[in-house]
Nanobody, 133 residues
Framework: QAQLVESGGGLVQPGGSLRLSCVGS????????IGWFRQAPGKQREEVSC????????????YYPDSVKGGYTISRENAKNTVYLQMNSQRPENTAVYYC??????????????????????WGQGTQVTVSS
């Protein structure tokens, strides 16, 4: 059974950076599309990035909505079966619980919600990110 575990959240000052990690077990991460999402209290869950499957490489088609473009970077480290989300220039409105999720196996095409609605079946427990001075 696939299990995803996020880590790396915490308190960061405005303008600061954090790197979130999503480690998979029971799943070979680079053969799945992986998405990062966030949900703030009282708000709908929002996709903040995704990366298509890369089958042994660290490549993959990536997606960022306009709200995070230029500030967030998704990447893979296959040796650690991990997907990262580097978040720079953090703002208070980025405060939320951040989740990673496993999408379709072998999905090598564009994964962004502006292009396709993927079925993310396996979710982590989330990690809290708080941006505050």
């Amino acid at each position: 059974q696939a299990q995803l575990v996020e880590s790396g959240g915490g308190l960061v000052q405005p303008g600061g950076s954090l790197r979130l990690s999503c480690v998979g077990s029971g799943i070979t991460m680079d053969t799945y599309a992986i998405g990062w999402f966030r949900q703030a209290p009282g708000k709908q869950r929002e996709e903040v990035s995704c990366i298509s499957s890369s089958h042994g490489s660290t490549d993959g088609i990536t997606y960022y909505p306009d709200s995070v473009k230029g500030g967030y970077t998704i990447s893979r480290e296959n040796a650690k079966n991990t997907v990262y989300l580097q978040m720079n220039s953090q703002r208070p409105e980025n405060t939320a619980v951040y989740y990673c999720a496993g999408g379709p196996h072998g999905w090598g095409g564009p994964c962004g919600s502006n292009y396709v609605s993927l079925d993310y079946r396996d979710w982590g427990q989330g990690t809290q990110v708080t941006v505050s001075s």
